[in-house]
């Protein structure tokens, strides 16, 4: 079975329905659901979601999201070898980095995200959620 690391911003596609990605956001998560996929979404992208969903939503609201999606997912613990894994790499971006190194300690089989350049250096390979579906099918 596929183990997919989720990226933040495919859960916060999902969570907070964000146009023109929902829709397939919306269908990988149901994969997991139906345990055709493995969905991990490391413990920092948890605490990235809150911090954007309660902006826009209350606390409670936004805690109750992120409750219903970890009954779907599992959670990807980032440890100390994934910070100092990515503070010594070429990644651009450091929080991309470590959750390249969460995914890797996780043994993930794939990336996704919709930010696919910053994952240009990673050994796994990155898609999109649409990208991630339509390999499936294939």
Do not use: C, W
């Not at 345990?35 to 969903?53: P, Q, R």
């Not at 109750?64 to 100092?84: F, M």
């Not at 994952?119 to 990208?131: D, N, Q």
């Amino acid at each position: 079975m596929e183990r997919a690391f989720v990226d933040t911003d495919i859960l916060l596609d999902l969570l907070d329905r964000r146009e023109p990605f929902y829709k397939s956001a919306a269908q990988l998560f149901s994969k997991a659901d139906r345990k055709e996929i493995t969905i991990l979404i490391s413990a920092l992208s948890f605490t990235n979601a809150h911090y954007v969903l309660r902006k826009k939503y209350s606390n409670t609201e936004s805690r109750k999201a992120l409750t219903r999606i970890k009954a779907l997912i599992q959670i990807a613990n980032v440890g100390e070898k994934a910070v100092e894994l990515a503070l010594a790499s070429n990644f651009t971006d450091f929080e991309d980095g470590v959750q390249n190194y969460a995914a890797i300690e996780n043994k993930a089989s794939v990336i996704i995200t919709r930010n696919l350049k910053d994952y240009r250096r990673s050994p796994l390979p990155v898609m999109t959620a649409e990208g991630f579906l339509k390999s499936l099918i294939s």
